[in-house]
Each structure stands twice: as structure tokens, then as C-alpha cells.
């Protein structure tokens, strides 16, 4: 089985891999880069999909199996401190079907949202805030603001599994 990862984020490999093996026997995931044709901050629910289903679409080809799309963005969110809750979409294409999963969702700090909202991405913004150069390709912000509870390799592959759900049970969900 062969699997293209539309990003070449080591973490969103890693995670895709780590699900995926339970599913299929001596299988290959690699990463491509690819358009995700969103903006590279996705707002709103429609961008972040988008830019999920693109990168799925968009790594696919005749030599791959499946391909993954994973995609974050902040979705606005009444009652929150802040108005946004990050979630990752991950799209997961066959080249007949596109199957969906989320995330769990966190809140950034306020001061981070500010920035955003001012034009900046959350990593660069992250990465001040921690000290670490490229927290989005390793531990990530949720593992910083979880203390170590969850790291973003964890929390991709949630929404890789979510979108393996209809996969898993294609009778129920597609009558095959």
C-alpha cells in the first residue's frame, strides 16, 4: 500500500503512518509537496476543509493507494476567550472518494490570536512564544500549551483515524 502525504511536515507523515499501519500490511507513506490552494493561516471551517481535500486531491496519482490531506485552521467559536478553537481536518482520497476526520481542538492564547488576526501565522507566532524554531514540524503548540500531555503527532493522527472511520466500515457508510 502506498500512501502520499500532500506536505512534507514530518509530523504529518509520522502520524498518517502511525494509523494507517494498524489498517494496512507493507505499506509506504511518504510526503509531496503540493498547493493546498487556501491561505497558508486557514480561517473558517470552508478554508481549512478546502485546503485538506487540495492537498489530498493534489498528491494523489496513479502510483499511490490513498492519499492524506491535513490541514489546520482556526474555526471561529462563540463562548471561547478567544472567538477561535484550532482544529485539523484531514481528507483522505482514493481517487473515487474523499473521506473526512477532525481533531481534537484547543485554544490559543489570546496574544497569539491577535497576531493572526493581524496577518501572521500561528507557527511563526508559536515559535516566539516558545523559543522554538519550527514547533509546528516537531512537538507542536499543543504539546506546549498541554504541558506535555499531547504532542501534534497525537493529535493528527485523531483526525487521521476520524478519517478513517467510513474506510472502516464502507458497508454502513457506502453500501460496498
Known amino acids: 500500500m502506498k500512501v502520499a502525504v500532500g506536505s512534507r511536515n514530518p509530523v504529518k507523515i509520522r502520524a498518517t503512518e502511525n494509523v494507517l499501519k ?6 509506504q507513506v511518504y510526503g509531496v509537496d503540493v498547493d493546498s490552494g487556501v491561505p497558508s493561516q486557514p480561517l473558517g471551517l ?40 484550532d482544529l485539523q481536518w484531514c481528507a483522505i482520497f482514493d481517487g473515487n ?33 516558545t523559543g522554538i524554531s519550527n514547533l509546528g514540524e516537531k512537538t507542536g503548540a499543543v504539546s506546549h500549551l498541554t504541558h506535555g500531555l499531547l504532542d501534534r503527532v497525537g493529535n493528527t493522527e ?4 476520524m478519517a478513517m472511520v467510513p474506510r472502516l466500515n464502507e458497508s454502513v457508510y457506502f453500501g460496498d
Do not use: W
Request: glycine share 10%.
Open 158 to 161: 485523531q483526525c487521521v483515524l
Open 22 to 27: 494498524n489498517f494496512y500490511k507493507d505499506i
Open 46 to 85: 470552508d478554508q481549512t476543509i478546502k485546503g485538506a481535500v487540495n492537498r489530498a486531491k493534489n498528491a494523489h496519482s496513479r502510483d499511490v493507494d490513498l492519499s492524506v490531506g491535513i490541514e489546520s485552521g482556526l474555526m471561529e467559536t462563540p463562548s471561547s476567550i478567544t472567538g477561535y478553537i
Open 97 to 129: 472518494r474523499v473521506t473526512l476526520g477532525v481533531s481534537s481542538g484547543f485554544e490559543y492564547p489570546p496574544g497569539v490570536i491577535e497576531e493572526v488576526l493581524k496577518g501572521r501565522e500561528v507557527g511563526d507566532v508559536m515559535d516566539e512564544v
